[in-house]
């Protein structure tokens, strides 16, 4: 523990010192990044040596924020299944598809990586209250492990926000609010109250830890192809904090010596109803415009304007990557094809990335061999409300045909 240096503005190159609380930039309001002192984390770990540590993502801890590990709130989060995805594979006619299922993660979502990382520190930083907007999952993360710490936690999210989030952050006991809006208009709602009051704002890329939950990410699928990277990653990108998150680390490790300088193309897929960032990427652009009127039942694809929008797209670009929409229909009907074919219930975000692998497939922009990981970002189980299943009901009289019944 201890390697955390500074803090560093991604935009203007201000340092910040690291034990005090900060949000964006003083300086220009952008996005402030956690900087280590890799040098001494190179000499001092060895990549070999993590083998023997925890299966949370709490095992690259010489990387992490956090300086004393009584402060670490942990839930179990990180170290998730990198499954192949052998039936998709043969049917895209690529060899080597993976599905990286975070849906495996505490409170169903990778959101419990960053919320994990932020809470800690936060808690580490002497925060008793808590505030954010959620699109959903955030905010169930943000409940448990706001509990877990102790914290006190207001949070607003949409009112149409899927029925089991809130039923996950009323059990957890935050103080919750839902607005007739969208996860920007649940910021704004916060952000006068929350200064006044002095809550701690823990919106992701508006604090700089959650990113440093979200890298952790970057981290395992490295260790999990033994220290070389895939050649395409698929995210689903509402505010972008997990690609964001995986560039650094990618970097992070380089400077390590633990990886090469190759990296994987980053590729983002967005609602068709809500993709500022692919718009943006489509039109050369280095920042995003806000999308009116977003629209889709990926819930935490629904963020019309994200804060590290260039973060975001300048790691698609430097990365040769692409970006793609999908329609809400594929995004259901891919659900099932992922299911039935895999196993594998993905949320309506990750199956996204599925459809966005078909559309590659299609523009030949992915060749048989190279190792193509689809991110799952959340468990299916909890979008159990976009199914309606019609199953056959029968008494124990009359059993159907199938089960051997009189026709
Ligand atoms: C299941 C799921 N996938 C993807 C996202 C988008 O994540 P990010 O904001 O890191 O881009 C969210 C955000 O709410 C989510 O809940
Ligand atoms: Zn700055």
Known sequence: MGYLDHLECTRCGGRYAPGELHNLCPACGKVLFARYDLERVRDEVSRDALAGREATMWRYREVMPVVDPKNIVTLGEGMTPLLPLEAIGRKLGLRHVFVKDEGLNPTGSFKARGLSAAVSKAKELGVRTASMPSAGNAGSAAAAYCARAGLDLYLVMPSDVP??????????????????????????????QGKAKGWFDMSTLKEPYRVEGKKTMGYELAEQFHWSLPD????????????????????????????????PRMVIVQAAGCAPMVRAHRNGRDEAEPWQHAQTIAAGLRVPEAIGDYLILQAVRASGGASYSVTDEEILADMRELAQAEGVFPCPEGAA???ALKAMVREAQVAPDDRVVLFNTGAGLKYVDLINPTLPTFDPATPPAALGGRV
């Open 232 to 263: 395409v990653i698929i995210y689903p990108t509402g505010g972008g904090t997990g690609i964001v998150g995986m560039w650094k680390a990618f970097e992070e490790m380089e400077t390590l010596g633990w990886i090469g300088s190759r990296r």
């Open 163 to 192: 029925h089991v989030n809130q039923a996950e952050v009323a059990t957890y006991g935050a103080q919750t609010y839902l607005i007739h809006g969208l996860i920007h208009d649940a910021g704004r709602s916060l952000r006068g």
């Open 353 to 355: 990335t599925y459809g």
